[in-house]
């Protein structure tokens, strides 16, 4: 019943065995996607897809070809289930404003598992229980200055964390339009310095020593130029940022194609880097912040892509991640100033207009950490000219 699918694949360049789609069929006779879209899903590309590189290709396929059927999932927690609807929002009058902005972080989460033990039922539209709609600090859809999000998209982006399976995607490095005038303007780092042994014939020094040494010949040798640039790319993904993924994407495949680096790294984050930074942020999958630190010198050229806008809790308090389930020992502005004090040639490039800059308390404190320009070419010129600049 899935043949059309199988062939499907083939069409789009996912070049899926027979061998291996015989083993899908055999794995769902033994009832190993236990009748559910979602685990077909999983079970299809693990068994199916040979390399993660194609993974988005896939989810782009699945999402076409199974449009419009919908996955029954028995295990789907109630409390998402009652978040599914949304109905007329409520504003709030300036005194109930006031009084829900003096909610500190720990008081809110204390507030939440509170009402998550304590509530039995769906609510809408209240000013209490975890719900959709209304001005409570808990659930979606409503609105309240700085709650916790549970469920349902982003709206007006003033939730201080969100409690959920986040789910983040790798930039692709195969993007062909546009890359060639980034990677332009990238190749403006490049920096030739004369290293090593001497082992290249100098033609004028040779000359010029010959001629004082009264027509005998002196040969001189030097040593050959090398490009001596290294580069970091620390890029935010997912959240605010998803809208600029295509543009990061251009950044990113210009870097990675780039030959005129003597070295290139990249990490992702989300927001605001922590403890960790991303090598596979889909996966989880990373390293330690201060590895990183330790492991390269301040030679390094650092580039840190991302809209700078989040909650300022996040720079400010230990615990702050927009992350519910995650807790942050130190607060990200500390991770932010060691990221510039060990790379003095660092730089920010956010996406979003610089006259939203102003509006956003956590994108003005990130200013007084990090030189910021704004994601166009004559931006990305300027930000390597100002790396240019800098002494290490």
Not at 134 to 154: C, K, L, N
Not at 240 to 258: D, G, K
Request: aromatic share 10%; glycine share 8%.
């Amino acid at each position: 019943m899935f043949l059309g699918f199988f062939y499907f694949l083939r069409s789009r360049q996912i070049n899926v065995s027979l061998n291996e789609w015989m083993t899908l069929m055999e794995a769902l006779q033994k009832g190993l996607g236990e009748s559910s879209l979602t685990r077909f899903y999983h079970l299809c590309r693990s068994l199916c897809i040979k390399s993660e590189a194609h993974f988005d290709r896939f989810d782009q396929c699945f999402a076409e070809y199974f449009k419009g059927i919908e996955a029954s999932e028995e295990s789907i927690d109630k409390v998402l289930d009652w978040l599914r609807r949304s109905p007329l929002e409520q504003e709030l009058d300036p005194e109930e404003l006031a009084r829900l902005r003096a909610m500190d972080l720990d008081t809110l989460r204390e507030e939440f598992e509170k009402r998550l033990a304590e509530q039995d039922e769906q609510h809408d539209g209240g000013n209490y229980w975890i719900g959709t709609g209304g001005t409570s600090p808990f659930g979606h859809g409503g609105v309240h200055p700085s709650g916790i999000r549970i469920g349902g998209p982003g709206r007006r982006g003033t939730a201080m964390q969100v409690a959920t399976k986040r789910r983040f995607q790798n930039l692709r490095h195969d993007r062909i339009l546009d890359v060639r005038q980034i990677a332009t303007a990238l190749r403006q780092l490049r920096r030739l310095t004369r290293d090593g042994r001497e082992e290249e014939l100098d033609i004028d020094e040779t000359v010029d020593a010959t001629a004082r040494n009264v027509g005998d010949l002196e040969i001189v040798f030097r040593p050959p130029r090398k490009n001596t640039v290294k580069l970091l790319l620390l890029m935010d993904v997912g959240g605010s940022m998803t809208p600029h993924t295509r543009l990061s994407e251009l950044l990113f495949s210009a870097a990675h194609a780039a030959s005129h680096f003597k070295a290139f790294k990249h990490y992702y984050f989300h927001n605001c880097p922590y403890e960790k930074l991303y090598t596979d942020i889909s996966q989880r999958k990373g390293v330690s912040t201060l590895e990183v630190l330790q492991n390269l010198d301040r030679k390094w050229y650092t580039v840190i892509v991302g809209d700078a806008a989040m909650s300022p809790y996040e720079l400010t308090s230990s615990g702050g991640s927009i992350d519910f389930f995650h807790y942050n020992e130190e607060p990200g502005i500390r991770w932010l100033q060691r990221i510039r004090e060990r790379f003095p040639r660092s730089v920010w490039i956010n996406p979003d207009p610089p006259r939203y800059w102003g509006v956003t308390q956590s994108t003005i404190m990130i200013q007084d950490i990090f030189e910021m320009h704004p994601f166009t070419l004559d931006g990305l010129g300027d930000a390597i000219s100002y790396l240019r600049k800098q002494k290490v």
